[in-house]
């Protein structure tokens, strides 16, 4: 929502409150509601924050006395000097920002303000959480803390010797120490690895736990609904902005020795082009952004080193086609004078199309030949192989990260709700596990609707999809659609529909009310992926497995709706147009995200630092800096999870016809790495660190895609390309007792699959107009396989079809099954987590039994020990023997 449209929505809510005389904001102050942790109910006086000017250090992060650390900062517009709104909307902002920040200060966070360097009217509220505070909230969101260093040797990989070269420099970003960890208990504090609290807990941890505080603490009440959270006050302008900072400039180091600049390192080893070759400084991705950010990276990394095996094989097969194309002999009858000069084709359409040359198909033959060969059969079966390979190692991957990132037992209690589901928690139900009483927003049966109508909104989206685009597929491109400019308007016409699919998405999600974040993205990506699916790879689907398959033949041609002529392939065949098509759509894909990821935060940030320093020279604050950068979206990195695994899909659904796919892909991802990477450590605020066990719901979107890429191939080779019909002339059609040669051949392999069409079996509704180079010829050729003319079962199937039916569904079969068993025996030999991760978990397990439990046993037995030896020695007078 832009300024101007909270401007309007204010100034209509403050005339209708007009006739309360302000009774309204007085009665949200007295209702205001001091949040449960660390204050009492009654507590009404408001706290403000303290007061300071800048102390001309541009890189500090700390408040001016130079010992608290900021945490997080708030960002407002100092309502007096606001002259754009009246000024009662500007007291009742300002009431509500101030008995927010008053109950931030009563949960024991400290705050800071100070006025800006650049523009007079905002305040920067700079928030730091002490240690008392950390220790209760670290306690309260079970965050996994340091316990004992681990000691468990590492075995070196055999490969260890090459990683080390695309390693960074262990002498630049050192190694993160490894450790035991349990959940934070202050009563047991002792018995956690505390050298420095300072550093005990590092950045990202702070900044996640104000966070939780921030997104908890309400600021008023009103008819008995409260009102909590610095995104509702995000959303209605109260503030501008809320962000945590970064540690330092992305191009230079701080001077202080004591300041690691990790922003600065990772610029350096990691967001920097010449890094490329590099492997992810991961552990300091995690360290810096949270686990949700590094695991997206460690996936991004994984898939994309996992696609080199597939780019090369791919690149192989692609190159044997391409050499072993001049000896393709169809093709070579094709372009035969002889014999495609002297073929004659149909119109394939109505009216305006007219009889052509078969030889006109001849470059097209040839370039068919590349793709339309042995190894692109060979490649599909690798491809379903490689695809289970992929999957299956990303377990193991993902396993070893959820235990060096402390997320092994990250369970759904950790997570807390969302505030926009609190918020609305009216109706009460017993919880069956606990038996207490629960607060939820719906009943069952309104969960049951709410469900109900999320399925229907998007049921009913996916079919006006697809009729609208096999609508403009067939109607309003050329007849020649595999052209490029008609897969350059099928992209735009992507394009266009993601913005509305985005928007309906969101709004279904928004409806449903997911409890935690993690279901509101799963759900939403749920979504996200069906529609985004339908737009991608419909018009792929239409060309492989609809187009050119339903056309009758030219005396009966089949109409959609009883009007439409239903459209024929391009006369280089459906292959060669489902490759160009793809070729567009992941081309225009990549260039377009790169434009939107790289092209328009850096000139945004362009223009913000050109204004800025056009109004001053004047040293800025590190607050001030982050400020200006470019904010994250709420759904932080879901549309890059969602760009790769549509790129995923192209590469694993249609790649028996196009087998430069994971190539293209390979160069894709190791820019989208890198681009990723500088784009939110250079242009974007720092994200508040999350915590992520695994992907989330693309894990299973990728499982159902690999199980459906095999279908898709089996039947792209079977029903798209001419490979089977191929193999049937040569073992059956060539030789007695169906074909004239002694030998197993291609020759008059072109003949045989073209059927004759007699001229004057042409309806008056579909008849083409005569051209003077026709002559007298009475006959044109089509491709199918059906009786001539003057047969007793004229255009109807002949032996050949049926041979060819039958065959294509035996491949598919065979197929399917073949791969199916692989991926299932490859799915059961590995395992999901390796003895290695195995036993570091068991010695984290038994470690924290030990430290936790077993230590505090022994204090008992001293403690008890000690206490009967002074009952001995009579020390004690409560309990000293009296004798007589």
């Not at 490894?178 to 959940?183: K, L, N, Q, V």
């Not at 369970?411 to 069956?432: D, F, S």
């Not at 790289?598 to 913000?608: A, D, F, M």
């Not at 089509?782 to 047969?791: I, N, Q, S």
């Amino acid at each position: 929502m832009t300024a101007e449209n909270q401007d309007v929505l204010l100034e209509v809510e403050e005339e209708e409150e007009e006739e309360e005389d302000g009774e309204v904001v007085l009665e949200e102050m007295a209702q205001t509601i001091v949040p449960s942790y660390g204050t009492t109910p009654d507590q009404q006086k408001l706290h403000t924050s303290e007061w300071a000017e800048f102390d001309q250090k541009p890189d500090s992060l700390f408040f001016n006395d130079g010992q608290r650390r900021i945490d997080f900062v708030l960002v407002y517009e100092d309502e007096s000097k606001n002259e754009n709104r009246k000024m009662s909307v500007n007291k009742k902002q300002m009431r509500k920002r101030q008995a927010y920040e008053s109950n931030l200060i009563s949960n024991g966070l400290q705050l800071e303000a100070t006025r800006s360097v650049l523009d007079e009217k905002l305040i920067f509220v700079k928030v730091h959480a002490p240690w008392e505070v950390l220790c209760t909230y670290a306690e309260v969101m079970h965050i996994k803390l340091p316990l004992k260093p681990n000691d468990l040797k590492t075995r070196d990989s055999a490969f260890n010797w090459f990683s080390r070269l695309l390693r960074v420099d262990e002498n630049i970003i050192k190694p993160e120490q490894e450790f035991f960890t349990a959940p934070f208990e202050k009563a047991r504090m002792s018995d956690f690895y505390i050298q420095d609290k300072d550093i005990f807990f590092n950045p990202a941890t702070r900044s996640r736990i104000v966070h939780f505080i921030l997104s908890r603490v309400e600021y008023a009440v009103k008819d008995n609904v409260k009102k909590f959270g610095i995104n509702k006050l995000l959303d209605s302008g109260i503030y501008k902005a809320a962000f945590p900072l970064h540690d330092s400039r992305f191009n230079r180091r701080l001077e202080d020795p004591n300041c690691p600049s990790e922003r600065y390192l990772l610029y350096k080893e990691w967001a920097h082009p010449r890094s490329f070759y590099k492997l992810q400084p991961l552990d300091l991705v995690r360290k810096y952004y949270g686990e949700k950010i590094g695991i997206y990276f460690a996936w991004l990394g994984f898939y994309t080193h996992m696609l080199v095996m597939a780019a090369v094989v791919g690149l192989a097969c692609f190159l044997y086609g391409y050499v072993t194309k001049d000896n393709c002999t169809w093709s070579q009858e094709v372009c035969d004078p002889n014999i495609g000069g002297n073929i004659i084709m149909c119109p394939q359409c109505d009216h305006e199309c007219t009889y052509w040359n078969l030889t006109i198909t001849c470059e097209s033959s040839k370039k068919l030949c590349i793709f339309d060969s042995f190894g692109t059969l060979v490649f599909a079966v690798f491809m379903g192989i490689w695809v289970t390979l992929f999957l299956e190692f990303w377990k193991r991957r993902q396993a070893e990260l959820e235990y060096e990132w402390d997320t092994v037992e990250f369970l759904e209690q950790e997570e807390y709700i969302r505030p926009e589901y609190e918020a609305r928690c009216t109706h009460v139900v017993t919880n069956e596990i606990t038996q207490q009483e629960e607060h939820v927003p719906y009943t069952a049966c309104g969960k049951c609707v709410r469900m109900t109508f999320g399925i229907s909104a998007v049921l009913f989206w996916l079919p006006r999809h697809i009729n609208g685009t096999e609508a403009i597929q067939k109607y309003l491109t050329p007849q020649a659609a595999t052209s490029v400019t008609a897969s350059i308007i099928s992209f735009i016409i992507i394009m266009i529909l993601n913005i509305i699919y985005e928007k309906v998405a969101i709004m279904i999600t928004d409806f449903e009310l997911p409890r935690t974040q993690t279901d509101y993205e799963n759900s939403l990506t749920m979504k996200m992926f069906l529609f985004q699916f339908v737009n991608y790879y419909s018009s792929c689907f239409y060309i492989a497995f609809f187009k050119g398959k339903f056309v009758g033949y030219p005396g009966d041609p089949v109409y959609w709706l009883g009007k439409y002529r239903n459209e024929e392939c391009d006369p280089g065949g459906c292959l060669l147009e489902l490759t160009t098509q793809l070729t567009i759509i992941m081309g225009g894909k990549a260039i377009w995200n790169n434009i939107q990821e790289v092209l328009l935060p850096w000139v945004k940030n362009l223009i913000g630092r050109c204004r800025s320093a056009a109004r001053s020279e004047k040293t800025i604050p590190r607050w001030e800096q982050d400020y200006h950068l470019q904010p994250v979206g709420k759904l932080g990195l879901f549309y890059e999870y969602l760009e790769m695994v549509i790129q995923f899909g192209f590469v694993t659904l249609f790649v028996a016809s196009f087998p430069l796919a994971p190539l293209l892909a390979l160069v894709n991802n190791l820019l989208e790495i890198r681009v990723d990477a500088w784009k939110i450590t250079t242009q974007f605020r720092r994200m508040v660190p999350q915590k992520a066990q695994d992907i989330g719901a693309w894990q299973p979107i990728m499982q159902g895609v690999a199980i459906l890429a095999v279908v898709t191939n089996a039947m792209i080779i079977a029903f798209t390309s001419d490979m089977i019909p191929r193999l049937v002339y040569y073992w059956s059609f060539s030789v007695p007792p169906y074909g004239d040669h002694s030998n197993y051949t291609m020759k008059g392999y072109i003949n045989n699959t073209l059927s004759v069409f007699n001229i004057a079996d042409f309806k008056n509704g579909s008849k083409p107009v005569s051209l003077p180079w026709l002559g007298n010829q009475t006959t044109c050729r089509y491709r199918d396989f059906r009786y001539p003319p003057g047969h007793q079962h004229q255009y109807e199937h002949n032996i050949y079809y049926w041979h060819v039916i039958a065959a294509k569904l035996s491949f598919i079969i065979v197929m399917e099954h073949v791969i199916y068993c692989v991926k299932f025996i490859v799915s059961y030999v590995i395992p999901d987590v390796s003895q290695k991760t195995k036993s570091k978990i068991k010695r984290e397990k038994y470690l924290t039994q030990t430290l936790l439990h077993e230590n505090h046993l022994k204090v008992m037995k001293k403690n008890m020990g000690k206490i009967a030896d002074r009952i001995w020695k009579g020390e004690d007078g409560t309990f000293r023997p009296k004798f007589d």
